[in-house]
């Protein structure tokens, strides 16, 4: 199984940076995802990593460490939009299924 | 838009009934997977499918069940419903034979009352 922690809440300014740490313990590892999920809504894929280092799109950075089972999602130039739910999801290792399993997510509220 | 499209948007119902949630992925898309999401606690992956066959089991109650048909078109059966499966269910889809990601729908809020 899975053991996915990130923090509940973040508040940054708008403008600012913000990093959100994902540490994670699994029998198997085959990639990790952030996803971003305003409210009520369906989650949105932001990025990948399988690899360790850092992948970068945009204004959005994740970076990987498989042997500290950690991740970190750098948001850069905050937006009020981005003001939503981060969510980190492992992939199991093994089988055909490509099952996520998700974190609790991080809710980020940006302030003008 | 993700390509992934969910019916119906909302539903309301009471408790002991039984409703179907449909889901159809993205044109070409193999495994559908679905998810339950509660306001105390995360995504909770339910059940997937792939190309009309069950691949993998999560957290899903004996209660629920799931298909998928010949169209890949799928939908999520909640029987003997509780006031705790109020909540909001994702379909998401991915290709079969490639691409990392899963696609989200804009899911279905069940309220039971």
């Known amino acids: 199984g899975q053991n996915i922690d990130q923090p509940t809440e973040m508040t940054a300014t708008e403008g600012a940076i913000v990093q959100i740490n994902c540490t994670y313990q699994t029998s198997g590892f085959n990639g990790l995802f952030w996803y971003q999920q305003h409210a009520g809504e369906a989650p949105t894929f932001l990025s990948y990593n399988v690899l360790d280092g850092l992948e970068e799109k945009g204004r959005f950075s994740s970076f990987l460490s498989r042997s500290k089972g950690y991740s970190y999602l750098l948001l850069k130039e905050l937006q009020m939009k981005d003001s939503a739910s981060y969510l980190c999801?492992?992939?199991?290792?093994?089988?055909?299924?490509?099952?996520?399993?998700f974190g609790a997510g991080t809710t980020v509220t940006v302030r003008a | 838009d993700s390509g992934v499209t969910q019916t119906p948007k909302h539903l309301i119902t009471a408790t002991g009934q039984r409703v179907t949630l449909r889901c159809s992925p993205r044109?070409?898309?193999?495994?559908v997977y679905w998810y339950q999401q509660s306001l105390d606690q995360g995504l909770q992956f339910l059940i997937q499918?792939?190309?009309?066959?069950?691949?993998a089991k999560g957290n899903i109650l004996e209660r629920f069940s799931a298909q998928q048909f010949p169209d890949l078109h799928s939908e999520l059966n909640l029987s003997s419903l509780e006031l705790g499966d109020s909540a909001l269910y994702f379909c998401?889809?991915?290709?079969?034979?490639?691409?990392?990601?899963?696609?989200f729908g804009p899911g279905t809020r069940l309220l039971v009352l």
């Open positions: 999801a492992v992939r199991d290792k093994g089988s055909n299924d490509y099952k996520l399993s």
């Open positions: 499918y792939y190309n009309g066959e069950e691949r």
């Open positions: 044109s070409g898309d193999l495994s």
């Open positions: 998401a889809s991915r290709p079969g034979g490639g691409g990392e990601t899963q696609y």
